[in-house]
């Protein structure tokens, strides 16, 4: 891929997603934004209840609007968690409102375990009606462990941007 103007977007309850969206665009020195949910699911019981509900269910629920003009970039890279085997319910939103605008996708996810990811990146490209450039999902425990990073490094690999944009040493064997 050439040079190209990329935005990562993600929703994150508990911090892990944020940690791989912003250590991406970090790499990548592309832009930025967070969905913000406006019906809250806090970090309590009652909070990961209607999570899982929504999920389960399919709800869209009500998110605020995108501050980044999303058709003015080849490529965004959405990331979300996995909730209850399913698609986070504010990423389910931001892909049926948005998907007109998305040109070029790329998905990540973050999950406790590993089981789900690939009906989960189903979902994701039936939501928008495009095939990701490519997919990348990491545990919780890589997360915390810092293992991610070279799981990104090996996801910006796959996407084929040029070398000069991105700081994350990439394998060799890949042709830039
Ligand atoms: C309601 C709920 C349901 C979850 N269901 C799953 C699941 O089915 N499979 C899984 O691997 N992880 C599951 N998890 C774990 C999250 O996917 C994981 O903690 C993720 O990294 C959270 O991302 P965040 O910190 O960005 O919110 C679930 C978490 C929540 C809150």
């Given at each position: ?15 892990n ?40 269910f ?18 965004v ?22 998907k ?26 039936e ?50």
């Amino acid at each position: 891929m050439a040079r190209k103007n990329i935005l990562v977007i993600y929703y994150s309850r508990s911090g892990n997603t944020r940690k791989v969206a912003e250590e991406i665009a970090q790499s990548l020195h592309c832009d930025i934004e967070e969905i913000r949910s406006r019906v809250s699911y806090p970090q309590n019981f009652w909070g990961y209840q209607r999570a899982l509900l929504h999920a389960s269910f399919k709800k869209k629920p009500e998110i605020q609007m995108v501050q980044s003009l999303l058709e003015d970039y080849d490529l965004v890279i959405i990331g979300s968690p996995v909730w209850g085997g399913a698609l986070s319910a504010p990423i389910r939103s931001f892909l049926d409102r948005n998907k007109d605008e998305l040109r070029n996708v790329a998905f990540f996810l973050t999950q406790g375990g590993e089981f789900g990811r690939k009906k989960v990146f189903t979902q994701m490209k039936e939501l928008c009606l495009k095939t990701p450039l490519t997919t990348f999902a990491v545990t919780e425990r890589d997360v915390r462990s810092g293992k991610f990073k070279k799981q990104i490094a090996e996801f910006i690999a796959s996407l084929n941007i040029e070398r000069s944009e991105a700081t994350t040493e990439v394998p060799r064997s890949i042709e830039l």
